[in-house]
């Protein structure tokens, strides 16, 4: 017991160090706040989709109607119509954010993204024939999955890997993703009318109807691979040296790059099957993470948390500011991070991240 003040002070300027018995996580300070905070924004996102809408429901009802308790119409709302998507909307926005900032810190590229490199274009478009051959709630999530890793392994391969060559890796990655998206059209123009309307929503970014049991299966899948991720996070700071002096550090950079680009390839593969290509989600996540959490750390956990918020607000604002009419998330999206994008291409530091 009297070793833990000894152990506190030793820790370096900006951190924690927490000690347990002969192991011991240093802990940035700046990047633990950071968290904190956006977790309370998404608890504080969660409850406002939960009570706002073309009917709300005020948030003295919301609570008890989340745990069963309430009048009918407000179990319907609340249990029924927006505790599914809001689901949907945290493990997807999760997804995304941790996708992106491993794809980026490994590219030491801000616009490597799934959404730039063709991860999501792979996953929808497998999704889409998936739906189109098979009606089943869970094959889109298997196709999904083999899409974006077909996505991963052309853009890597043609681009002879990433690291140094990262910036190669992303206009790679732009060829395979227009190839994937024009597959993704052509199944849609040669398939019956109906298929394709049963196929249509996964070609847009929406947390409408999803699949529970495909949002199971993300959420499944999220509570492995973050953890993964997180420590991937504490290895890539190192990444960002010369290959040669990681791996005089005993880092091995085969690997690592393997390894977060699985992570990557699962995360925004699921995420596909769940809610259909959010774009841009994977671009803006990982810069406020980034901000917020300053340059010492690879934020992984911020970057999961401003995914999640960033995809409940765009579903919130989708539903409420055209209310009746709803637009999908993903469209919303679109036309918030689409101008933050052309800003980042006219930009003359958007080729290597510091």
Known sequence: MTAAPATLASAPPGTWRLALRDRSLLVDRRAFVAAAVLAALVVAAVAAGLAIGTASVPLGRTLPAVVGVGEARDLLLVRQLRMPRIAAGLAVGAALGVAGVLLQTLARNRLATPDTVGLNDGATAFAVASVVAVSTTVTP????????ATAAALAIGLAGGTGHRGYRFLVVGLGVGAALGSVTNLVLARAPIDEANRAFPWTIGSL???????VAVLAVALAVVLPVAVVLGRQLRLLRL?????TGLGQRVRRVRLA???VAVVAAGLSVAVAGPLGLVALVAPEIARKAAGPRVVPVVGS?????LVVLLADLVGR???????LPAGLVTAVVGGPYLLWLLLTTRTRRMP
């Open 304 to 308: 999961a948390l401003a995914g999640a």
């Open 141 to 148: 999530s298997a196709f999904a999955l083999v899409g974006s």
């Open 320 to 326: 409420t500011v055209a209310a009746p009419l709803e």
């Open 242 to 246: 010369a290959d040669a002096v990681v």
């Open 208 to 214: 409408n109807s999803r699949s529970p049991a495909a």
């Open 260 to 262: 977060v680009v699985a």
